[in-house]
């Protein structure tokens, strides 16, 4: 009987077609990896690096949003600037002074003079006040002090009284069983 050998049924050969497809397989990946690499590098090396842009010009240079106008709250003449042109200022630094500022500043100082004033008669005013309740505390306590020695006095009396008229009744009670 002739016996023929079937490919399929060899296990050798199934494992030298199975190493060879694993194989391509990995060789196909690797290439692919490799070519997506150099794809990216020639993008990225096409693209033009940003170049620094200068611009030259001649004339004043004011920044939008930035410029605060500023006036004053009364009508006057400028008696002094205190600041130049271009020059960076904080909030609240004087900037110029009008001719009325020394009026102005009087008046600011007469005005803080009236508030001292206020503030030490509402003081003087305060003390006074607490003067007088802790004098109308001691009257009170002076008018009941002679009314609660009065009505102690009252008390002994009648404790007194209410001992005689027991000791009395004793009395009567003994008298009426003689």
């Known amino acids: ?13 199934w494992m030298v077609l199975g190493l060879l497809l694993a194989a391509s397989g990995i060789s196909a990946v690797a290439i692919r990896s490799v070519l997506q690499a ?5 993008a990225a090396s096409e693209q033009p690096l940003p170049q620094r842009v200068s611009v030259a010009a001649l004339g004043r240079i004011e920044p939008k949003g930035r410029v605060i106008d500023v006036a004053a709250s ?7 600037l205190l600041v130049t042109e271009g020059e960076q200022v904080n909030q609240g630094q004087p900037l110029a002074y ?7 500043k009087a008046e600011r100082d007469y005005a803080a003079s009236q508030l001292n004033q206020a503030r ?10 607490s003067a007088q309740i802790q004098a109308a505390g ?3 306590d002076q008018v009941d002090m002679p009314q ?3 009505i102690r006095a009252q008390r002994a009396s009648i404790d007194s009284l209410q001992a005689q008229l027991d000791l009395a009744q004793l009395d009567l009670g003994r008298i009426r069983d003689l």
């Open 138 to 140: 001691t009257r009170v």
């Open 1 to 13: 009987m002739v016996t023929h050998r079937r490919p399929f049924k060899n296990p050798t050969l």
């Open 74 to 80: 009364e009508n006057g003449v400028l008696a002094q």
């Open 148 to 150: 609660t020695e009065a």
């Open 120 to 129: 030490d008669k509402l003081a003087a005013e305060t003390q006074l006040g």
């Open 98 to 104: 009008l001719d009325m500022y020394e009026v102005r």
């Open 38 to 42: 150099r794809q990216a590098e020639q």
